[in-house]
Nanobody, 120 residues
Framework: QVQLVESGGGLVQAGGSLRLSCAAS????????TGWFRQAPGKERDLVAA????????YYANAVKGRFTISRDNAKNTVSLQMNGLKPDDTAVYYC?????????????WGQGTQVTVSS
């Protein structure tokens, strides 16, 4: 079955940077829009950033615009999230997810999540 495996989470001080990566397998990766979601304790899971299967049409939530950058390497079946200027409010479990780029409306495949903790 399809697998998405995140890595790169950790503990960082406010103002610092982290780079999250997600490795996908058992799907034609370029056919899938890929998103990064996050969920903080007691809050809903929110979309942070997304990118089309071809690497275009990036989307960023207002809270992360100008600080986070999403990118993908279809040759390696990976998608990354570069997070700069981290704030304590960015603390959450971050999930990678994939959605078929041709007509699907929901993200069908999810990774297990990686914890990001930003200390003040």
């Amino acid at each position: 079955q399809v697998q998405l495996v995140e890595s790169g989470g950790g503990l960082v001080q406010a103002g610092g940077s982290l780079r999250l990566s997600c490795a996908a397998s058992r799907l034609i990766f370029s056919n899938y829009r890929t998103g990064w979601f996050r969920q903080a304790p007691g809050k809903e899971r929110d979309l942070v950033a997304a990118i089309s299967g071809s690497g275009g049409s990036p989307y960023y939530a207002n809270a992360v615009k100008g600080r986070f950058t999403i990118s993908r390497d279809n040759a390696k079946n990976t998608v990354s999230l570069q997070m700069n200027g981290l704030k304590p409010d960015d603390t959450a479990v971050y999930y990678c997810a994939a959605r078929y780029d041709y007509g699907a409306s929901t993200y069908d495949y999810w990774g297990q999540g990686t914890q990001v903790t930003v200390s003040s």
